[in-house]
């Protein structure tokens, strides 16, 4: 042994060691490891969030009915100090008299056209990204001020306030 890197067993010079080698030799070769640790680590992920952030949102028609039920209950169970202790009974009847027809009004809609939702929940979206990169542009013209095209606040008159 010439040489302290020269393991005792290792054959001639010319003979290239190929890492993993000892491990095909010794029992069948897994190539998807990676990935199967990789999905089961990304399972065991997602269902750490899920049970620390509490059910995912559903779709769109599933949040609506949802709303629908809890501002249903929350006017339901609302005292109305407005009309006074004589009317309080009438208009708490009246009140969920109207929560019953607006519910009565908003299933079949939900139930005939659950996919309208996710439709229209999906260009609110785009809405508001557009909106957002709107504001976010125009935040940006404010901050920098007037810049070489910029001749100032434009074709209007100049008022004098002293």
Known sequence: ?????????????????????????????DADA???????????????????QGAQPGSA????????????DKLSGLQSPLFG?????????????FVQQAKAAVEPVIERNPEVFDHLAAAGSELLAAYRSAVEAQERRWT??????????G?????DLD
């Open 85 to 97: 202790a004589a009317a309080g009974g009438a208009a708490q009847q009246m009140v969920n008299q």
């Open 34 to 52: 990676w990935a199967k640790a990789c999905a089961e680590d990304l399972e065991a992920e997602k269902a750490r969030r899920r049970a620390s």
């Open 1 to 29: 042994m010439s040489d302290a890197t020269d393991h005792p067993d290792s054959g001639p010079a010319d003979e290239a060691h190929v890492p993993g080698e000892d491990a095909q030799a010794a029992g069948p070769f």
């Open 61 to 72: 028609a599933e949040e609506l009915r949802k709303l629908v039920d809890a501002v249903a």
């Open 144 to 153: 920098r001020g007037p810049g070489p095209k910029d001749d100032g606040p």
């Open 155 to 159: 074709p209007g008159e100049h008022i």
